[in-house]
């Protein structure tokens, strides 16, 4: 079978999940326009992944298994995973690692998800505590089979994370929970510090890089969130190479910039696996450089830009002040 038939096909699973996704799924099945004999298989010398280089790599391991934990570094196939381990960081995923969605770039399982787990919470608290983390990211998968979209659980780890040690900077990566009100300020009563919503790519691309989301709804989310707490930091990513143009990068910044978002994280898009979208582009460091000052010059207090960075690589160098 085609790379492409391969992609359809993991859609098709999608579609055939004994549970809602919606029309909108399937209508985006039809749509897939991001030519797969446009794959740059050659990896270019700047993409190096570190392999695992000490002792603490194998600690982090063994805690996030004790307890029971999953992570966005193994279960999206994060290339960053080896070096943040071996520096004592992880991000933690909630709510489980099976997706109601099936987005084209995304490493994540797809398929019905378990119940929540009660004590989950707490289990990541413990986490944090073990690790002596002093800036914890917190994300999830889509769990469009649950009412509140996870944002109770949310809230939850983010209490427990502040009751075991107050002075943690906690960062959320959030689902769009379809920009529902009630849902985004479930997790902004808990007061983290930072809300993140990846835009992942630009507009035109939207429809067949993610499943089920929808760029204009991503920006709403992160616009009611500066709305409903002036305090919080919001924060965005964008990955490239997966054949977005210029003016369509410079746009989505710019949108960004106009619902005030203050952070942007911009890194290079890898195919986890030859079922998934293909790599139309290798953006050089150059590239990125340049394209991480264009930010900072549209007024972004923070940005991280370079072929390896993903949301939540490095990102306790940002600090926010806000508390
Ligand atoms: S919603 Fe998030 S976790 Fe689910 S498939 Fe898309 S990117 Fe992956």
Known sequence: MSEFGHWICRRFTL???PFSIGANSFALMSCAKIDPALHQAQKPPWIKVRLPSNPVFFSTKALISDLRLHTVCESAQCPNRWECWSQGTATMMIAG??????????AVTTAKPFALEEDEPQRVA??????GLKHVVVTAVARDDLKDGGANHFARTIEAIRAMDPSVIVEVLVPDFHAQDWCIQIVLEAAPDIFNHNMETVERLTPVVRSRAKYRTSLEVLRKAKEFSAQV???SGV???LGEKEPELFRTMDDLREIGCQVLTLGQYLRPTPQHLPVVEFVTPERFDAYGEIARAKGFEHVASGPLVRSSYHAADFHPVVR
């Open 97 to 106: 690692e099976r997706c109601t969605r099936a987005c084209g770039f995304c």
């Open 126 to 131: 413990e986490a944090v505590r073990r690790m």
């Open 233 to 235: 930091v919001t924060k």
């Open 15 to 17: 579609a055939r999940l």
């Open 239 to 241: 990955m490239l190479g």
